[in-house]
């Protein structure tokens, strides 16, 4: 049963990537703001930029990860 579970947690296709990222990027972006609000001036535009970055590298990531998994498991033999 917890494996059930655990397999809706598992990133399987570009589509369920871009997903995330998308969320990652809202999120961040909503931090971002806060920053803006919190520090005016340039200290507050460093950490937005900052909160875009790691969407970006976190993104890139995921896309690496995720197409090293379907090369593993495309060279992987089948199971007859």
């Known amino acids: 049963m917890l494996k059930k579970i655990g397999r ?6 570009r589509f369920e990537a871009c997903l995330i990222i998308y ?7 909503a931090r971002g703001l806060a920053y803006l609000d919190q520090y005016p001036g340039f200290g507050g535009q460093l950490l937005m930029a900052a909160c875009s970055g790691a969407v ?9 990860c995720l197409r090293y998994e379907q090369a593993a498991r495309a060279s ?3 199971d007859a």
Do not use: N, Q, S
């Open 8 to 13: 809706l947690f598992v990133i399987k296709t």
């Open 56 to 64: 970006f590298l976190a993104g890139a990531k995921i896309f690496d």
């Open 23 to 29: 969320a990652l990027a809202v999120g961040a972006m």
């Open 76 to 78: 992987e033999p089948a």
